[in-house]
Every structure is written in C-alpha cells, then in structure tokens.
C-alpha cells in the first residue's frame, strides 16, 4: 500500500494542499497547531474508520467552509486506485468514480495503522482500553469475531438480567445451570480468539521492542483472566463466583473483566515502565499490528505516527527513522533536530495549513 498523492480542500484548517509523498519515509514538521496532526487525519480517513481523535464529521470541514474535499491516489494490489472522501456533517465516499454507500466501504481498500498519543492509554489506563484494542485487532483479521464478541455481549446481558431480576429469584439457580453453559462456551470462543492473535502480535512486538531498545529491553505480553489463567475454565470460573454474582447482581468472571498484561523486562510496562518504555511499548505494539495485517493480507498498511518521537531517546528515535523496512511511513514531528539522523526520505514543512 503507498501513497502517490494526497489533495485537500477546506479541511480542518488546510484550505487547500497537494501532496506527493515518497514512498518510504515521510516526516511532517512545523511548530505547534500548524496542521500536522490535520494532515496525518486525512490519510487515516481514507481507511474508512472515524477520525483518530473522535472528532464528528462537521469538525473536520475547514471554519466558514461548507464542505471539505479529501482525495487520494495509492498503489494497492498492484494497481493504482483513486478515493474520494466529502465531509459536510457527514461523510461520503467513493473509489475509482463510483460512489460507495458508507465510508466504511474503504475498509480493506486502503489499509493504515496510526499511532497517535492517545494509543499511550493502552499500556497507561485500565484494561478496558486494551480489551478494545484486542477486539478492534482481531476483527480485522478474522471476519467472524464481530458476530461472535456480539453473541458473548448478549449472552452476558441476558444473565446479569436474570440476576438482577426479583421476579426470576425463585429459579435463578436453575436459569443460571443453562446459561452457564453457554455464557461459557461463547467466553472460550472469544478468549481463543484473542489470544490467537496475541500469538502472532507478540513476536513481531518483540522485534520491534528489541530494535527499539537496541536489545537491552524486551517486551512480553500475557492474557490474563481475572482470577488467574490457572484456576479452570470459565464454566468453573462461573461456578466458582455464582455465590459473589448472585449477591453483586453482576457476572464477575469472564472475557468483559480480561486483561492483557504488558511487561517491560519482565516488570508491568503500566506500574513500572517509564515514559520512553511506555512509548516503545505501544510503539511495538502498532507497528505489530502492521506486520500482522501484512501477513494476512499479503499488503504492507502505511504507517502514520503523530508525534511519535518526543520522549524517545537518540537510538529509539534512529530506529524508527530508518528500520520501518519497505512500508510508507508519516511522521509528524515539530523538531527539526528529530530527523537529521534519517537516511533517505522526504520532508514536508507545515505552516498555517500549508505544505513547503
Ligand atoms: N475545522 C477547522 N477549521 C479551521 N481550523 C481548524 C479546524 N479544526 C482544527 N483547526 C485548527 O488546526 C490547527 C492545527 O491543528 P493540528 O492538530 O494539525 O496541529 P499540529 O501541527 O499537529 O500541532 P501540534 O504540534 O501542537 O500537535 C489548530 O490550531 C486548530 O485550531
Ligand atoms: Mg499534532
């Protein structure tokens, strides 16, 4: 997947810019709040999802402007495709001239993987935030697991119900024995799927920690269920916390409570890893997510990395400039200093919305 050139019109606050990228790395640099992050938004646009920063459709149109114009040249599969994107307060989409009726149409089209500082909270915050990226993740390379994860939510919500219920306390027991079993079954099907695709994220994460840290790190993950991997299966789990359930009036156990553990040298990456080895660690984990998605889909995404370098030392920032092999990269970055270390590639000076 490359792009051969991007065009903007009254896009956030791009009135208007032609863009043709090379086809390695890219860095976007300029000072603060001149339209790096705008331009980085634009490309991941095009993968057809929403906004990276949960922007609504009608911020991105440019103030005063009635609608913004998106369009995109690129090389996937070989051939040279063109897409459209027009945001008003809400966005269409069309590729090679013929209109789609959903963006979402562009998933699969034009694959990109972002990095953008929020994706700290999956090493920083809560499980949920993890969880997330897991089930975005493996949505994208098992078709399946939408219906699946949806199966597990339903069954899930039908048996906090049942132990909400005054009415159903006579022969909650009784509901619970059936439910159980296939609360249960739908929990394996979703934690198997997961871990599967832990299995083929962590060697290509560790890779990139390595290089990262020019080996003196290394990065490993663990999917946790919440009373430990080691106490049976989830039909056991449920049995064992019925009684905690019953009087919690909720489901304690189960994928909804799983986490996935990060370790930096063996130490949790949230309670112990530092500011640079939280970057690293989701840094990993991104660029992971690419090789993943190259191995399946025989296509390299394009990578786009907001602001990916402060925080990073001299040899992680070295490693990132020039061992992103034969995939695009972005990167937006506002010092200049950041990128006299890269071999090769283009610059793209941003000011007030405009590219030098
Ligand atoms: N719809 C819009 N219309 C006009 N301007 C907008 C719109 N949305 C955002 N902006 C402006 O775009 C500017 C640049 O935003 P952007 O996030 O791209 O900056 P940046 O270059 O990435 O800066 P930083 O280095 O601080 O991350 C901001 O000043 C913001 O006010
Ligand atoms: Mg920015």
Redesign the pocket.
Same mark, same amino acid.
Request: aromatic fraction near 8%; proline fraction near 0%; glycine fraction near 14%.
């Given at each position: 997947m490359k792009v051969k050139a991007l065009r903007l019109r009254d %896009? #956030?606050?791009i009135a208007g810019l032609e863009i043709e990228p090379c086809e390695t790395v890219n860095i976007i640099y $300029?000072? !603060? @709040?001149? $339209?790096?992050? !705008?331009?980085? +938004?634009a490309l991941w646009l095009f993968s057809g999802m929403k906004s990276f920063r949960g922007a609504k459709d009608a +911020?991105? *149109? #440019? %103030? $005063? @402007?009635e609608r913004a114009g998106l369009s995109l040249r690129f090389e996937s599969g070989g051939r040279e495709q063109e897409a459209k994107l027009t945001v008003t307060n809400r966005r269409t989409a069309s590729l090679n001239g013929v209109g789609l009726s959903s963006p979402t149409g562009l998933i699969r089209q034009f694959r990109a993987v972002v990095f953008a500082p929020s994706f700290l909270s999956i090493v920083q915050s809560g499980p949920g935030e993890r969880r997330r990226f897991l089930d975005t993740a493996v949505c994208q390379t098992l078709p399946a697991y939408p219906k699946i994860l949806t199966e597990y939510q339903r069954l899930l919500k039908q048996r906090n119900a049942a132990l909400r219920d005054p009415k159903a306390e006579s022969r909650l027991e009784e509901l619970l024995d059936v439910l159980d079993i296939q609360l249960a079954a739908a929990a394996e099907t979703v934690a198997k799927a997961r871990i599967g695709y832990l299995e083929k994220l962590s060697p290509a994460a560790e890779a990139v920690y390595e290089g990262l840290s020019g080996g003196r790190e290394a990065i490993s993950f663990l999917y946790r269920t919440r009373f430990g991997n080691d106490n049976g299966t989830y039909l056991e789990q449920l049995a064992a916390h019925r009684r905690t359930d019953i009087l919690s009036r909720t489901t304690n156990v189960g994928p909804h409570r799983d986490d996935l553990e990060i370790c930096i040298s063996g130490a949790s990456a949230r309670l112990y890893g530092s500011q640079g080895q939280q970057r690293s660690a989701a840094l990993s984990m991104k660029l992971a997510e690419a090789a993943v998605l190259h191995n399946e889909t025989g296509e390299q995404p394009v990578i786009l990395l =907001? =602001?990916v370098m402060s925080e990073l030392d001299a040899r992680r920032q070295d490693y990132v400039l020039n061992h992103i092999e034969d995939r695009q990269v972005f990167i937006?970055c506002?010092d200049p200093e950041n990128f006299k270390r890269l071999t090769g590639g283009r610059t793209f000076f *941003?000011k007030e $919305?405009s590219v030098f």
């Open positions: %896009f #956030r606050n $300029g000072e !603060n @709040a001149q $339209g790096k992050t !705008n331009l980085i +938004e +911020e991105l *149109v #440019r %103030f $005063g @402007a =907001d =602001d937006t506002c *941003v $919305g």
